[in-house]
C-alpha cells in the first residue's frame, strides 16, 4: 500500500493546539506536530509554545477534538457514489411509496439506457413483499430497471433489462417473478453496469470518496471482484484514488488463487489481497447465508459457493505467495467452512504461516465459540458491520423473522470476539449500511443485545487503528510520533469514557485513569460534526464555514 493516496504538495510543518488530541501516546494531549505527512509530536498547551517558531503554519483548534481519521474496512465504492446520485429506496416507508420513487426517477431521467437504484428491504414495508415486475415494468413505462435490494444479495427488475442478458433465464438464481439471486443476479448485474458511461463512473466515485472525506473517513478499502463490479471499475478507481486528493483506497480483488500466476495478476490489478466478497455465501435478507439448520421462514439452509476445500485450496495457496486471503462468510454453515477450510491449509502449511498473513472474513455474523475460537486460533480478522444490528437485529427485527429470536441473539458477538483476541476491523459495507463511522461506534458501544456489546473505546480502535491492522500495518491509525498523519478535526461535546456496562470497573471511566475521552455516543445523544480531514497531512476536506 502506497504511503501518499496522492501525488503531494510539499509538505509544511504545522502545530495545532487550544484543543483535544486522542492519543495514547499523552491522554491529556492539546496540541500535536504534523511534519512531513506524519505526527512528530503531541502534548500540552504549555510545551506548544516551544514549537510556534518552527513551524510554517499555527491552528487555532479552538476546542475542536483532533483523533485519528477513521478507516471503513468495507466499502463498495462506484456503488455507493452510484446510490448518492442515484434512487436511494432506504427511506421509503410502504411498497407503494417505493414505486413512487421509481416513477419519479424515470420521468426525470429519460436518456438514461438503464434506471439504477438502490436499498428497497420489503421486511420493513407492511406490504411484506418485493416489487414484481409487472408493477416495475408499469412504474418506468418498459424501460430497463436494475433495483438490488439492500443488502445487494439479490435485485428486481424489469423486463426490458432481463431481454438484454440472453439465456438469463437459464441461469441459477433465476425466478419469473421474485428477486433474483446468484448467477442470475450477478448477470443483469453485469449488464445494468455496463451501460453506466466512464464519465458517470468516474462522477460515482468522486461522489463517494467525497462524502467519506467529508465523515473523518480517511482511508477506504474497496471490496471489489468479478461478482461486484469490474476489472475496468477497479482499476479506474485505484487510478482515481491515486492522482487526485482523497481518502486513501486499499483495494481487495475477490477472486480464487490457484497459485503464483493468479496470485501476481491480482497484485497487478492493483489489490493487496484475493479478499473481501470472495462469497462462500450470500446474505440473511435475501435467505441466501449458508445454515445449518432451516430458516425460520423459509424451508432450505440457504446457498452454499464455496465449500471447505475450496476455501482451504485459496487460503493455502495466497499464503504460498505472500499474499492476504480472504472471504464472505454470513451464515453458520458458510463460517464452519471457513476455519475448517483454513484449519487444513493450516496443517499443510503451518499454523505460524497462515497466523502471519492475517488473513481476513468479511461480515462474520452467526458465529459459534468454535468458530470464534478458531479466529483467534489462525489470526483471522474479522471484518465487520455494527450498523446491520443496529438495521436488522433485536427480536423483532429481520434477523429475528429469518432465523427466530433465539438465533437471531447470537448475531455479531463483538464483546466475545475480543474476549478471544479477534482483531476487529469495522467499516459499512456501504451502499448496504450507510458510511457513518460514529453511528458505527455507537452501534457497536450500544449493540441490541447486550451481552455483545464492547466499549466506546474498543470500538472507535476497530473503526481507526484495526483498519489499518487489517492490510498489514502497525504504526498507523492513532496519533502518536511516527505514525502517518490521517486525522479529523471534530466539533463536539464534552469527552466522556463510555463503559458497555455495569460490570466493566468504575476506575476505567474515571477521568483520572489517564484513558482519553472520546464524544458522548449514548443514543439520542448528537453525533460529532467533521471539520476537516487530513490524508498524510494533506486536507482533502474542510467544512465551509458557517
Given amino acids: 500500500m502506497s ?23 499523552d491522554p491529556f494531549a492539546t496540541a500535536m506536530v504534523v511534519e512531513r505527512g506524519h505526527v512528530a509530536w503531541v502534548g500540552s ?4 509554545d516551544a514549537f510556534t517558531g518552527g513551524v510554517d503554519e499555527v491552528i487555532d483548534l479552538e476546542g475542536a477534538l483532533v483523533t485519528p481519521a477513521f478507516t471503513d474496512a468495507h466499502v463498495h465504492t462506484t456503488a455507493t457514489g452510484l446510490a448518492l446520485t442515484g434512487l436511494d429506496l432506504s427511506g421509503a416507508r410502504t411498497l407503494a411509496e417505493a414505486l413512487g420513487l421509481v ?10 439506457k438503464v434506471l439504477l437504484g438502490h436499498g428497497w428491504d420489503a421486511s420493513r414495508w407492511p406490504e411484506q413483499r418485493p416489487p414484481s415486475r409487472a408493477e416495475l415494468d408499469e412504474a418506468t413505462e418498459g424501460r430497463p430497471l436494475y433495483l438490488p435490494r439492500i443488502d445487494v444479495h439479490s435485485a428486481v427488475v424489469t423486463t426490458a433489462l432481463l431481454d438484454l442478458v440472453p439465456g438469463v433465464s437459464g441461469l441459477t438464481g433465476y425466478h419469473p417473478d421474485a428477486p433474483l439471486t446468484a448467477a442470475a443476479h450477478h448477470a443483469v448485474r453485469s449488464a445494468a453496469h455496463g451501460a453506466i458511461t466512464p464519465a458517470q463512473r468516474a462522477a460515482a466515485q468522486r461522489a463517494a470518496l467525497a462524502r467519506a472525506a467529508s465523515l473523518g473517513i480517511g482511508t477506504v478499502h474497496e471490496c471489489a471482484g468479478p461478482d461486484i463490479s469490474d476489472e475496468g471499475d477497479f482499476t479506474s478507481l485505484l487510478a482515481l484514488a491515486g492522482s487526485e486528493p482523497g481518502p486513501r483506497v486499499v483495494g481487495y480483488w475477490a477472486e480464487q488463487v490457484a497459485g503464483a500466476k493468479d496470485a501476481q495478476r491480482i497484485r497487478e490489478l492493483g489489490a493487496i489481497g484475493a479478499a473481501g466478497d470472495l462469497f462462500v455465501d450470500g446474505s440473511l435478507g435475501s435467505h441466501t447465508a449458508c445454515l445449518h439448520a432451516p430458516y425460520d421462514d423459509a424451508p432450505h439452509t440457504g446457498a452454499a459457493h464455496l465449500d471447505t476445500a475450496a476455501v482451504a485450496a485459496h487460503v493455502a495457496a495466497c499464503t504460498e505467495a505472500g499474499l492476504q486471503a480472504g472471504f464472505h462468510a454470513i451464515g453458520d454453515a458458510a463460517l464452519t467452512a471457513v476455519v475448517d477450510g483454513v484449519r487444513a491449509a493450516a496443517d499443510t502449511l503451518g499454523p505460524a504461516r497462515v497466523r502471519a498473513a492475517r488473513h481476513r472474513v468479511e461480515h462474520a455474523e452467526m458465529l459459534t465459540p468454535e468458530t470464534i475460537a478458531a479466529f483467534a486460533e489462525f489470526g483471522l480478522i474479522a471484518s465487520v458491520q455494527p450498523a446491520f444490528d443496529a438495521a436488522w437485529g433485536g427480536d423483532s427485527g429481520m434477523y429475528a423473522q429469518r432465523l427466530g429470536a433465539e438465533r437471531a441473539r447470537t448475531l455479531n458477538p463483538y464483546a466475545a470476539l475480543l474476549r478471544s483476541g479477534v482483531p476487529l476491523a469495522f467499516g459499512s459495507d456501504s451502499p448496504v449500511t450507510p458510511l457513518d463511522p460514529w453511528g458505527t461506534v455507537r452501534a457497536a458501544a450500544f449493540h441490541r443485545t ?21 492490510v498489514g500495518r502497525d504504526d498507523a491509525g492513532v496519533l502518536v510520533p511516527g505514525a502517518p498523519a490521517d486525522y479529523a478535526l471534530w466539533r463536539t461535546g464534552e469527552l466522556v469514557v463510555q463503559a458497555p456496562d455495569d460490570r466493566v470497573a468504575r476506575w476505567s471511566t474515571d477521568p483520572r485513569s489517564g484513558t482519553p475521552g472520546l464524544p458522548d455516543l449514548s443514543p439520542g445523544a448528537e453525533l460529532p460534526v467533521c471539520l476537516r480531514t487530513v490524508v498524510f497531512g494533506q486536507t482533502v476536506f474542510e467544512r465551509p464555514y458557517e
Avoid: C, K
Avoid at 6 to 22: D, K, M, N, Y
Avoid at 103 to 112: F, I, N, V, Y
Avoid at 450 to 470: K, L, M, N, V, Y
Fill in 45 to 48: 498547551e504549555g510545551a506548544a
Fill in 450 to 470: 447486550p451481552e455483545h456489546r464492547i466499549s466506546a473505546r474498543a470500538a472507535f480502535t476497530a473503526h481507526t487503528r484495526g483498519g489499518w491492522r487489517a
Fill in 3 to 25: 504511503e501518499s493516496p496522492a501525488p503531494q504538495s510539499e509538505h509544511r510543518t504545522v502545530l495545532l493546539r487550544g484543543g483535544e488530541v486522542h492519543s495514547p501516546a
Fill in 103 to 112: 416513477r419519479e426517477l424515470s420521468a426525470a431521467h429519460p436518456g438514461d
